[in-house]
């Protein structure tokens, strides 16, 4: 048997895993830059006037204000977003994991509607938005045009309502995984009692999925803070608010969000050299707000997949 | 029988109070017609939601294809094969009557060409990507880079155009477009590194974390006994891969395929930022400056002629664009679904 | 089909195999000869921290079939897959002591595992047929070792294969079906004849039949009794009928130690250790 021996044939070692190694060595360099660069370049201009100052019209980079109206926009349209859309995803996900009969064509249907408009461009959703909301009949949402049947069609609340279409079927997908890996035995307990359906649901199943759900809800906001094409396109291009002069009051609130506005989003868009904008310094500092936003939601994600990791021993 | 016949009414009312105050389960027993009224009204409740989010996709299908009609019917099957967008625009912008006459076929061959090269791009990097983190990575690597991919899903689009802008075109003016170069094609269209390379790049890295992530589900998802037999036979570890994993993966691995596609199909801001001022379709007969030209994909072409959409046509015509967009992406998200059965039935049959 | 299933099995002969005279005089034979082909010395084995195996000492003798038998979870798979080296796979896993084939340490270090693996053949448990083609599975072995190899040379390969495992007859006329197409007992077949075509010296069978029907087992047991003509066999089982009926040696293995090893007959009637014959009667398992 002398031929297990001494085979080390020269192995022919194809070059397949080291190029494996080597793709991926190449994206995780792109995708550290992509994080680190702006965060350099953007930390640069981040000082307390940048962070509260409102933009100023201005081509000179020095003149053009800082980013205190953005940062409010998209708080704005993340809070119109998730207050709509965290009880309707909810509902729809309960629904779909716990009443619904799994093979039944009305269930397969509603689930085959949500992915759907998961494929959906932001672009195709922003227009759609704007078709929906030019609509005389629904200027309650933005204002009303001078001498046409037309409503002006660019609010936060448009935007904040069109932003729904873009998320909603994200959240209900986490709020549903969530939702079908809490242990069949909780609800087998629960019904052991003699409770109701909708009690086990409340009280058994839903606190054992919160994170989950809190994490779908998070994915949410990361998105909505991310988007471009449904603000640009629904909530407008004007740098600051263009509602009540004194935005910030309380009472004036219900006009702020009927009037336009910018996000972080279409701030970055207009300030590059893409938009009309002049300031890419301001831009990146724009960004590095908006980062790190979405890195602390991101950790708050992971932190929230590692307990729930804990409590499920 | 005879021990409760001996109870009196009273003290049965009492135990019974007794019960219903300690065992609470009991206790929903005599208010249930209350919990069950409520129950079917939540249940109601929910169904509604439901049905609101599943009936979402059907309105918006239907308003982008009724504000898109018009559009086609002045211009028939012309709208796709004929050229000539930005110029349309301007007419229908400058003048004072309607004009109707928009040629798509520049953004459509955009889209195309955009998206068909960063899948080429993605499908390289990402397979290796995805066989490293299925197969050959070491636990202690293992989860940072898969951390490092999801970050790289959540990054925004518009971050990702204004890097694009701000390093790959001026990169790209700088490697691949000599004056002499600029010169030469100024009379075609001009050359600033605003291009169908940039647009490529940019695109493939912000879909690879999609394909990643389902095409190392689906690699994971191959039954292990499956490699052990072909290690039992001999077979070293990178052609079990090859030849056993990959094969029985590949459903999974095209439906990721899919999902990136309709992701960079959809894809509007980024391209805009660094894809091209101007809807111009690339000519192949130019050699290697097919890539230096400047694009505008569907999806970018609405972002970027939204100053124009006060005029009623231009309007209109954007929505045609975007009743073709919703077509392409319903296809491919069905397609995905279907996809991504198949292969989830192929495994499950196997683990029997 | 089940009348000629049920004569079969009523046809089976009755008690332990061994007893039965040719069983009985190979397994003087090979005592004879007294040719070890797989064995162990002092062998000791880890999963990180937690010893699995304990100071086995076990020769295989060319041409017999040993069975490995004891409760679950006392080490008999391991230490199955510790000589062909497959829990190399397992990152946590640890191993000292000898483990030689025809005298060659198999962890030496200029040892080709490709090659040791196709010596040392492995059928599973379950049977685990690629998705391919019937012709393909048998194939696949052969062409990852052999890429040059002629179509024609190959279709000899995988009929001789299919004929030393008793398939051939049941798919030669549908090579291209697909190797799940077909039932429980032709699937673990398929996966020995996968395992014949590479031309093994031993074949190990973990559990192999524990996942089949009785009609099935028998006609793999007496399988595997033609087969240890040319092969060493060493199979690994709870079914202590089955170990009577077709082994010529036990091997009883209890929490990672080798209790005791011997003649099947001998074993079975008047085994040496008290927890071999407690084993062997039923008291534990």
Request: proline share 5%; aromatic share 8%; glycine share 8%.
């Amino acid at each position: 048997m002398i031929d297990i021996a001494l085979k080390k044939k020269r192995n022919r070692t194809s070059p397949g895993p080291f190029l494996c190694w080597l793709s991926t060595a190449i994206i995780v360099v792109v995708c550290a830059g992509l994080v680190i660069y702006p965060l350099i370049v953007g930390a640069k201009a981040i000082n307390l006037e940048f962070l509260l100052t409102d933009p100023l019209p201005s081509l000179k980079e020095e003149l053009s204000g800082g980013i205190l109206t953005p940062i409010a926009g998209t708080i704005i349209i993340i809070l119109i977003t998730s207050v709509i859309t965290t009880p309707i995803a909810l509902g729809t996900a309960i629904y779909l994991t716990e009443y619904a009969g799994r093979d039944k064509l009305p269930t397969r249907l509603m689930s085959l509607g949500i992915d759907v408009l998961a494929g959906v461009p932001s672009a195709v959703l922003a227009i759609f938005g704007l078709a929906v909301f030019s609509l005389p009949q629904l200027a309650i949402f933005s204002s009303k045009v001078e001498g046409a049947e037309l409503s002006f069609g660019n609010s936060f609340l448009v935007g904040g309502i069109v932003m729904i279409l873009h998320i909603i079927s994200f959240v209900i997908k986490a709020m549903e995984e969530s939702i079908k890996s809490v242990p069949s035995s909780y609800r087998d307990a629960a019904y052991a009692l003699g409770t109701t359906r909708w009690r086990t649901i409340k009280r058994a199943v839903l606190p054992a999925a919160r994170p989950g759900i809190i994490t779908g809800i998070i994915l949410g906001i990361g998105l909505i803070a991310g988007d471009t094409a449904i603000i640009w396109l629904c909530v407008g291009g004007s740098m600051t608010m263009t509602g009540a002069e004194q935005w910030w009051l309380p009472w004036n609130w219900l006009a702020v969000i009927q009037h336009s506005g910018s996000t972080l989003t279409s701030y970055i868009f207009y300030s590059s050299p893409a938009g009309e904008g002049n300031s890419p310094n301001k831009a990146f500092g724009a960004v590095f707000v908006l980062m790190v936003i979405i890195l602390a939601l991101n950790l708050i994600v992971d932190y929230l997949g590692k307990t729930k990791k804990i409590t499920q021993v | 029988m005879k021990a409760f016949d001996s109870k009196t009414a009273s003290s049965v009312e009492q135990e019974n109070i007794v019960l219903k105050q300690v065992y609470s389960p009991l206790r929903i027993e005599s208010a249930s017609r209350r919990y069950r009224l409520w129950d079917k009204i939540v249940e109601k409740l929910l169904l509604l939601a439901a049905i609101i989010s599943g009936s979402l996709v059907l309105v918006v299908i239907f308003f982008v294809i009724k504000e898109a009609i018009p559009i086609f019917v002045h211009n028939g099957v012309r709208f796709v094969t004929a050229g000539g967008w930005d110029q349309d625009i301007s007419k229908a912008w400058a003048s004072v009557e309607p004009m109707w006459r928009f040629g798509a076929l520049p953004v459509i061959v955009g889209t195309f060409i955009a998206t068909g090269g960063a899948l080429i791009l993605t499908f390289i990097l990402g397979i290796g990507c995805s066989i490293f983190l299925a197969e050959l990575a070491p636990d202690a690597i293992r989860s940072p880079v898969e951390a490092i991919i999801r970050l790289l899903a959540g990054i925004p689009s518009v971050v990702f155009g204004l890097i694009g802008l701000m390093i790959v075109v001026p990169l790209i003016m700088d490697w691949f477009i000599s004056d002499e170069l600029a010169l030469k094609y100024i009379k075609i269209v001009p050359l600033d590194g605003q291009s169908l390379l940039a647009g490529i790049l940019v695109l493939t890295f912000m879909i690879l974390p999609f394909f990643i992530t389902v095409a190392v589900d689906a690699l994971r998802a191959v039954p292990k006994t499956y490699k052990e037999a072909s290690l039992a036979l001999g077979v070293n570890g990178w052609r079990t891969i090859v030849k056993v994993v990959i094969p029985v993966a590949t459903p999974g691995i095209v439906a990721g395929i899919v999902l990136a596609s309709g992701r960079a199909v959809g894809e509007a801001i980024a391209l805009s930022m660094v894809a091209g001022a101007m809807a111009f379709m690339p000519d192949p007969s130019h050699g290697a400056v097919f890539f230096l030209e400047p694009i505008r994909t569907m999806a970018s072409a609405i972002v970027d002629n939204k100053e124009t959409m006060g005029a009623e046509t231009v309007e209109t015509a954007l929505f045609a664009i975007g009743s073709l967009l919703l077509l392409v992406s319903v296809l491919l998200s069905l397609t995905a679904r279907i996809t991504f059965n198949r292969f989830q039935k192929r495994v499950m049959g196997m683990v029997e | 089909m089940e009348n000629k299933d049920m004569q079969f099995l009523r046809n089976q002969s009755y008690g332990p195999a061994p007893l039965s005279e040719e069983n009985g005089e190979r397994a003087k034979m090979a005592a004879k000869t007294n040719t070890v082909k797989i064995e162990t010395r002092n062998l000791n084995a880890w999963y990180g921290p937690k010893q699995v195996i304990f100071s086995v000492d076990l020769p295989v003798i060319e041409n017999e079939i040993i069975a490995f038998i004891g409760p679950s979870g006392c080490g008999k798979s391991t230490y199955l897959r510790c000589m062909n080296r497959m829990n190399d796979i397992i990152k946590s896993f640890r191993i000292e002591g000898d483990i030689t084939l025809d005298g060659y340490d198999i962890y030496a270090r200029d040892v080709d595992l490709a090659t040791l693996r196709r010596k040392v053949g492995m059928v599973f448990q379950h049977p685990n047929p690629f998705p391919m083609s019937i012709f393909d599975n048998i194939a696949f072995g052969v062409r990852e070792s052999n890429r040059r190899i002629k179509k024609a040379e190959l279709g000899e390969i995988v009929e001789e294969s299919l004929r030393q495992a008793s398939l051939w007859n049941e798919v030669k006329d549908n090579l291209n079906a697909s190797g799940l197409s077909l039932s429980g007992g032709q699937q673990q077949r398929l996966c020995i004849a996968r395992a014949l075509a590479v031309k093994p010296e031993v074949i190990m069978l973990d559990e192999p039949c524990s996942s089949l029907d009785p009609v099935s087992t028998a006609r793999i047991e007496e399988l595997l009794l033609q087969l240890c003509e040319e092969y060493t066999i060493i199979i690994v089982t709870h079914n202590l009928g089955q170990a009577r009926r077709i082994s010529h040696r036990m091997a009883f293995f209890l929490n990672g130690r080798l209790i005791e090893e011997g003649p099947t007959a001998e074993m079975s009637i008047r085994p040496r250790c008290r927890e071999t014959e407690n084993y062997l009667c039923g008291r534990f398992g």
